[in-house]
């Protein structure tokens, strides 16, 4: 079974919080499928069971179709509230069930969310730039990130998936999206990454944190030859 027919099936015998999700999986792939190309590495690292947490540099808006099109498995994502305050971007991305995070303030409800989420087995995705970064001012070239991530991964017992997206900002023109255009972007996961246990609690979430910048900045070296050939 391929995946749209997986999705399809899946769309009707899911649990209704995800249905929307399975649902536009089925309209979204046969677009993608025809205007883009993707290009997938490492997703047999996004093919594990059990709950993980998908840390992603964040270029475009597109990153999120993209992260759908390139995981198999629902991903819950995390949005900030000025996002999920815009008039019907916030209703939409509710759909999905996306956790609403405050970043003005040590948002313990959503922290809770998402490690109970985690902790049930499910993928969620975080983006620690904190907002769509353009890749010259990002993580891969010395850019700042939030921490966070790596107290949520020792809460809830999980790796971490280092995730990069690249060229998904392509998307944003008309002519990505001719039939058969081929716009391609890329998706790229790396090795989980584990807190270690033989180092203090903060010190571990600290280190975990410096691992996955190495990680993504590693994956976006590996991938340069494929983006100019």
């Given at each position: 079974?391929?995946?749209?027919?997986?999705?399809?099936?899946?769309?009707?015998?899911?649990?209704?919080?995800?249905?929307?999700?399975?649902?536009?999986?089925?309209?979204?792939?046969?677009?993608?499928?025809?205007?883009?190309?993707?290009?997938?590495?490492?997703?047999?690292?996004?093919?594990?069971?059990?709950?993980?947490?998908?840390?992603a540099n964040h270029t475009s808006p597109f990153d999120i179709p993209g992260l759908m099109y390139g995981v198999p498995r629902i991903i819950d994502f995390v949005s900030i509230v000025e996002v999920m305050g815009v008039p019907g971007v916030g209703a939409f991305y509710k759909l999905f069930n996306t956790i609403t995070l405050d970043r003005?303030?040590?948002?313990?409800?959503?922290?809770?969310?998402i490690v109970s989420r985690l902790q049930a087995g499910r993928v969620v995705c975080m983006f620690p730039e904190g907002k769509i970064t353009p890749e010259e001012d990002s993580v891969l070239h010395g850019g700042e990130f939030r921490s966070g991530f790596g107290r949520i991964a020792r809460l809830a017992d999980v790796p971490v998936i280092p995730t990069l997206i690249l060229d998904t900002a392509k998307s944003s023109g008309v002519m990505a999206w001719l039939p058969f255009s081929r716009t391609r972007f890329y998706v790229a996961f790396g090795e989980p990454l584990f807190v270690r246990e033989d180092l203090e609690t903060r010190a571990a979430q600290k280190e975990l944190e410096e691992r996955w910048r190495e990680a993504v900045v590693e994956l976006a070296r590996r991938l340069d030859e494929h983006r100019h050939d």
């Amino acid at each position: 079974m391929n995946s749209w027919t997986g999705d399809l099936k899946a769309m009707f015998t899911a649990p209704v919080r995800d249905k929307f999700n399975y649902f536009m999986r089925v309209v979204c792939r046969p677009i993608y499928a025809v205007t883009h190309r993707r290009i997938l590495h490492g997703q047999q690292h996004a093919m594990r069971e059990g709950g993980y947490l998908v840390v992603a540099n964040h270029t475009s808006p597109f990153d999120i179709p993209g992260l759908m099109y390139g995981v198999p498995r629902i991903i819950d994502f995390v949005s900030i509230v000025e996002v999920m305050g815009v008039p019907g971007v916030g209703a939409f991305y509710k759909l999905f069930n996306t956790i609403t995070l405050d970043r003005g303030k040590v948002d313990a409800a959503a922290v809770r969310t998402i490690v109970s989420r985690l902790q049930a087995g499910r993928v969620v995705c975080m983006f620690p730039e904190g907002k769509i970064t353009p890749e010259e001012d990002s993580v891969l070239h010395g850019g700042e990130f939030r921490s966070g991530f790596g107290r949520i991964a020792r809460l809830a017992d999980v790796p971490v998936i280092p995730t990069l997206i690249l060229d998904t900002a392509k998307s944003s023109g008309v002519m990505a999206w001719l039939p058969f255009s081929r716009t391609r972007f890329y998706v790229a996961f790396g090795e989980p990454l584990f807190v270690r246990e033989d180092l203090e609690t903060r010190a571990a979430q600290k280190e975990l944190e410096e691992r996955w910048r190495e990680a993504v900045v590693e994956l976006a070296r590996r991938l340069d030859e494929h983006r100019h050939d």
